[in-house]
């Protein structure tokens, strides 16, 4: 779907709050996202460019399902589904993110946000960028880019990722940065596949989507994406990156990294510009969520009958996951806790509830964590292994961690006082309130 047309379903429904008065890309645009988070937000006239934009679309998996219209607890399967069921998506000669071809490359025309005063510069934190490699084809992932110039960005890119062997093994590749995508895409590009899949067979899964060539490089890309920047990143041209804030809301220290010089900048006629606060909600949901799957099936292939896997937005929606189960063997627990650690090898504490938890809820966790855990018998310390360079407290330059997991799983077999809630009568209130 082009994001534009989402964007008036949800002025159609007042789910969107625009603001029609002047704005500013430098530091304003974020206050005000950050003021209204998660209500999601349309800025008509941006001070310093003709577009517009557009941020706090999907903050939350509420959001998220309602795009693709099921219930959030549908999400993991649906995901799941469209990993194990990928297919190519349909090619055009007509995509929408071609309808203008700007015939200089000029950064500065864009509505690029200067998200927070430590920043290093105005940044891209929403970008997809498809990348590809001669043996294993192309390549769907996030890359955060500071502008550095009216035709060059820096771009961070994280050691070990698919995009970062590519650059090592040819030294430079050809990179399409696509901004503003809906979920279908953006979903998919944060998924942790096998290197050779091409995340948009995921997100025409999810819902077809149609991909057209770059004009500059070879690469297929988002048909139906607002902007496009195309180029070419260079491993050994590099220049400093940061300050940024971190998917932990704390400061990115700053790095030597790639430089990304443009080729050419195409976008929809009426393009609204995709913003993305660093560390806040939209961040986190977009990079967690996707992450769920995998922790689901590794459970799932223990024999464990796992029902959901929360990786929640106060471990930064990274570093801490919460996960029900119905509980069938003793062991269940802790052979969860095991599972989830390989699923989600960042993740530093995992919590693993009973089916009648309800692991959105912080209260519910904690009480359950307060009268169903007992550490000598509950508790999985691991030995110090390596764990998310995202995490300020691990080990720096190994990022050794220790990692824990919890089991707050009632015994099958309870000998004292019951584990269950007590239950209070439901009566219908209009009976008693009504004339």
């Known amino acids: 779907m082009i994001l534009e047309n989402y964007i008036i379903s949800l002025q159609k429904q007042d789910k969107i709050t625009t603001i029609k008065r002047e704005i500013s890309k ?45 219930r959030a607890e549908e999400i993991i399967p649906t995901l799941t589904r469209a990993i194990e069921n990928k297919s190519p998506p349909e090619q055009t000669d007509k995509g929408a993110c071609q309808e203008v071809i700007e015939d200089t490359v000029d950064l500065d025309k864009l509505p690029i946000l200067f998200h927070n005063e430590i920043d290093g510069g105005p940044y891209i934190s929403s970008g997809v960028v498809v990348s590809a490699d001669p043996e294993y084809g192309q390549n769907l992932d996030f890359h955060r880019a500071m502008q550095i110039g009216k035709d060059k960005m820096v771009t961070r890119v994280v050691r070990g990722r698919d995009f970062y062997n ?33 995340e948009l067979e995921i997100a025409n899964a999810l819902r077809g989507i149609k991909v057209t060539k770059a004009k500059t490089v070879d690469l297929m890309i988002p048909a139906d994406t607002e902007f496009v920047l195309e180029g070419r990143v260079f491993l050994e041209e590099t220049h400093s990156e940061g300050p940024f804030i971190d998917l932990t809301e704390t400061v990115d220290v700053i790095r030597q990294e790639p430089v990304f010089e443009l080729k050419r900048i195409t976008h929809r006629k009426t393009a609204i510009w995709q913003g993305l606060l660093p560390g806040r909600s939209e961040h986190k949901i977009l990079m967690g969520m996707p992450r769920e799957p995998t922790i689901f099936k590794k459970v799932k292939d223990r024999g464990i009958d796992v029902l959901d896997v929360y990786i929640t937005p106060g471990g930064a929606s990274w570093l801490h996951v919460a996960i029900k189960i119905k509980k069938k063997n003793e062991d269940d627990g802790i052979q969860t806790l095991e599972a989830a650690f390989a699923g989600h090898k960042s993740a530093k504490h995992i919590w693993v509830y009973d089916e009648d938890i309800d692991i959105y809820s912080d209260e519910e966790r904690e009480w359950a964590m307060a009268t169903r855990f007992q550490a000598d018998d509950d508790l999985l310390i691991k030995d110090r292994e390596t764990g998310s360079s995202l995490d300020p407290s691990a080990e720096a330059g190994t990022n050794l961690t220790t990692k824990c997991g919890f089991d707050c799983t009632k015994v099958l077999e309870t000998k004292g006082k019951s584990f269950d809630k007590a239950k209070f009568p439901e009566v219908d209130m209009k009976k008693f309130l009504g004339e």
């Open 166 to 198: 590519f650059l090592k093994r040819n030294g430079e590749v050809d990179v399409a940065f696509c901004i503003g995508n809906t979920p279908e895409v953006l979903i998919a590009a944060a998924t942790s596949v096998d290197t050779g899949i091409d």
């Open 26 to 70: 430098h530091l304003e645009i974020a206050g005000v996202l950050k003021t209204l988070e998660p209500t999601p937000v349309l800025f008509e006239r941006v001070k310093e460019s003709e577009f517009r934009v557009a941020g706090n679309l999907f903050c939350n998996k509420k959001q998220i399902a309602d795009y693709f219209g099921i």
